[in-house]
């Protein structure tokens, strides 16, 4: 039984391989996205105020199995101009915008628990609003917003198996393909292994840029 396990791990770990690219690139993404929408919401200006809005309620309030659905199988039903022809393409834009409005909230929050005085002292000092956000609250949102990005780059990961109903290779789908051909469900126990392995290592990475971070405070 171990000999044959150990035949698979070429497989499983390519699978993982995908798996990790595709939540590193969605989260990346996530969280360049959400910083707008964050300060989008929190705008002044109630159009770009709501819009931001209605995104984040859209994205946080329906599933992310119907959203990937949508965006792969949907679009080209729409138009076929909208075809998206690579499962991994369709799954980092998916993974990406549900990463964005659930970020957009952690940043949101982290920024709006930052003491009012700091604005205050940016704008005497003659910061612009950018200046402030650039130089003065973002730095000093970091270490908080390590523990709530952490949980949603594991969320991801896990929730990376869903590609495998676009019969995108993840781990999870390489999984299947794998015990399909055998019949046997035992290649189950080294995948699940393979993510309690990806899991730890970047939860240990997480901690160290927590700790790193902490020392400035």
């Known amino acids: 039984m171990l000999q044959q396990m150990i035949s698979w791990l070429p497989q499983l770990l390519e699978g993982a391989r995908t798996t990790i690219l595709l939540t590193i690139c969605a989260v990346c993404m996530g969280l360049l996205l959400s910083i707008f929408l964050a300060l989008g919401k929190m705008s002044k200006k109630k159009l770009i105020s709501k ?15 119907m959203q990937l659905y949508f965006i792969y199988f949907g679009l080209p039903q729409i138009n076929m101009a909208l075809t998206i022809n690579s499962r991994f393409l369709a799954a980092f834009i998916a993974f990406s915008l549900n990463s ?11 920024i709006q628990s930052i003491d009012k005085g700091q604005f205050e002292a940016s704008k005497a000092l003659g910061l612009s609003n950018a ?6 609250i973002f730095p000093q949102s ?9 949980n949603e780059f594991i969320m991801v990961l896990k929730d ?12 999870t789908k390489v999984t299947r393909a794998i015990s399909s051909s055998t019949g046997t469900a035992l290649v189950y126990i ?20 927590e700790a790193k971070f902490s020392k400035y405070e």
């Open 51 to 65: 819009l931001c809005s209605a995104y984040i309620f859209f994205f946080r309030g329906t599933p992310l199995l």
């Open 100 to 110: 964005a409005a659930y970020c957009s909230e952690i940043i949101r929050a982290a």
């Open 131 to 136: 200046q402030t956000m650039r130089l003065v």
């Open 142 to 150: 970091i270490r908080r917003l390590i523990p709530p990005v952490a």
């Open 160 to 171: 990376a198996s869903l590609v495998s109903i676009i019969a995108l290779s993840d781990l």
């Open 190 to 209: 080294p995948a699940m292994v393979i993510y309690l392995i990806m899991t730890a290592f970047f939860e240990f990475i997480f901690h160290k840029l």
